[in-house]
């Protein structure tokens, strides 16, 4: 009967290790009552709201509830709600661990809207719960206007979490601040193979201290140990106030199932008893696309996979999102379709990283834009040697200077399409490496030279150990005039700056400014792009 309903946290995620300076983080309530109790309440949505996937006239409006109930969302021009219009959602309960997702269409170009989620039980309209607020703005549809954008990712890395001592995941504050249009996150949402513990002595003797959940303690194999890691991270207060004004445009990397994982994986690791890495990716896309509002993914679970079709993620995550007449995000997938990590050195590798499919559609997606600026969200690096292990390799690059081998041989394709089609305006955005940097690829420097040159912009983590800077393979050409990396290993968010970037790009000239920003908002570098070239 317990898992008939969502509970709050309930027995199977009690809070830990915030006693002490809890003042900074408004946690949801513990929920503690009896389900005959529970019975008696209305609904509640103390996990927040999000917006995702916002375009010129719609978006996708997501919120958790404690119980089973119905969703509504109302939408409007002012936060007074006269002259509402009304969208009738789903009903959600324990098949999408009491998410749900309502989409908005119709909405009008450039313009805030003010919107609220009502939950009310699904037996008894009457009986809702407080209504939760938040607004966004949708793109616009012409050339005038602004669109200013931040990217990052890697949260709750390394065993660090939700600190009460430092206030939280304060950066999202500072994101916040900066009002963006939205907010991309480039993958590692979630550390599924990285428990958190309640205490973690730091080199210099001081303690940091986390927010724990029961089943944050250990790695994530079932789907409710996913879902609680994906919860998990909405514990925190600025995280939940920057969801409710700031849409996001979501995608996933490794440690959403575990480190360096690729389909057909036998995992080696003696935390598991689920050593398959297609079944917890499975239970893991089930779980971020019931956490996500992403118009690709089902949060039902539809679909098929090679685990129960009650613990498969149904849809895809690669995807374009268009925001207008200045920019189109294309959203990657390169974890689910890659081939195993290697040494790289294949002469021919048309799976590769993205796999053939997805690049077919990356390529055709690219050719038909007439968006100004085409920012490709890569969920990994190209240029960084990302290694794994003493002789295989985890990115794109494995080390080799010469000419393109391995996965590299796709990256090649696409840079040629991107030349001989005239594809305009590309820049590639990642995060992954835990440190923020810059990277130029030029033919001129390169071995492989049938390309126009681009930027690579690196920044990250939000809350994540820091890693040092990982070497340049010089297939691409690529030159580093910018980097800012930590000398050891896995230094924590309290001895190392977090990172984010921003993006702005002028609605009358059309220039795309990047600036790679930490903590704080300090600009660390910053670079002027110029529109309507094939290369920079």
Avoid at 493 to 513: K, R, V
Wanted: hydrophobic share 35%.
């Amino acid at each position: 009967m317990a898992q008939e309903f969502g509970g709050g946290f309930g027995r199977r995620s009690l809070l830990r290790g915030a006693a002490a300076g809890s003042g900074v983080l408004a946690l949801p309530a513990l929920t503690c009552a009896a389900p005959a109790q529970a019975r008696s309440g209305r609904p509640s949505a103390e996990w927040g709201v999000q917006v995702g996937d916002v375009t010129t006239s719609s978006g996708l409006v997501w919120v958790r509830s404690d119980r089973p109930a119905r969703m509504t969302v109302q939408t409007a021009a002012t936060e007074s709600f006269r002259g509402a219009r009304t969208w009738h959602g789903p009903v959600i309960g324990a098949g999408t661990d009491f998410t749900g997702v309502t989409s908005l269409h119709g909405l009008p170009a450039g313009e805030q809207i003010h919107y609220r989620v009502l939950l009310a039980d699904p037996d008894d309209p009457r009986r809702s719960g407080e209504p939760v607020t938040g607004t966004f703005r949708t793109a616009p549809d012409r050339r005038g206007e602004r669109v200013r954008f931040h990217w990052s990712g890697d949260l709750a890395g390394q065993g660090w979490g939700i600190n009460p001592d430092r206030g939280g995941y304060r950066i999202f504050e500072d994101m916040r601040r900066r009002d963006p249009d939205f907010f991309l996150c480039s993958g590692d949402n979630i550390y599924a193979d990285n428990p958190i513990l309640e205490r973690v002595t730091l080199p210099d003797g001081r303690i940091w201290r986390n927010v724990t959940t029961e089943e944050k303690a250990k790695v994530a194999e079932t789907l409710a140990e996913f879902r609680g890691a994906f919860r998990y991270n909405l514990l925190d207060t600025h995280l939940r106030r920057f969801h409710a004004q700031v849409p996001t445009i979501t995608q996933w990397d490794d440690h959403e199932v575990h480190n360096n994982w690729y389909p057909g994986q036998l995992l080696d690791d003696d935390r598991y008893t689920v050593k398959d890495a297609d079944v917890l990716a499975a239970r893991s896309l089930r779980a971020f696309g019931e956490y996500f509002p992403i118009r690709t993914l089902r949060p039902d679970g539809g679909g098929t996979s090679r685990s129960s079709a009650a613990e498969s993620g149904g849809g895809r995550v690669y995807r374009v999102v268009r925001h207008g007449p200045l920019l189109d995000v294309f959203v990657l997938d390169m974890r689910r379709y890659r081939n195993a990590n290697s040494p790289g050195r294949q002469t021919d590798d048309p799976q590769g990283i993205l796999g053939a499919e997805q690049l077919r559609w990356l390529k055709r997606e690219l050719s038909r834009s007439r968006a100004v600026w085409k920012v490709i969200a890569s969920d990994m690096p190209l240029g960084l040697v990302v290694p794994d292990g003493k002789t295989d390799f985890e990115a794109v690059a494995q080390g080799d200077p010469g000419a393109p081998l391995g996965r590299e041989l796709q990256l090649a394709e696409l840079l040629r399409h991107i030349k001989h089609e005239r594809v305009t305006g590309t820049v590639w955005l990642t995060t992954d490496v835990h440190y923020t940097s810059a990277q130029h690829y030029a033919p001129e420097r390169a071995a492989f030279q049938d390309f126009e040159p681009f930027w690579e912009f690196v920044s990250g983590p939000l809350s994540a150990g820091g890693f040092q800077a990982l070497e340049l393979d010089g297939t691409f050409g690529p030159a580093q005039p910018f980097i800012k990396a930590p000398d050891r290993a896995n230094t924590s968010p309290a001895e190392s700056p977090q990172y984010f970037g921003e993006i702005d790009i002028d609605g009358g000239s059309g220039e795309l400014t990047v600036r790679l920003r930490q903590e704080g908002g300090e600009v660390l570098f910053s670079k002027v792009l110029q529109p309507g070239r094939v290369g920079q």
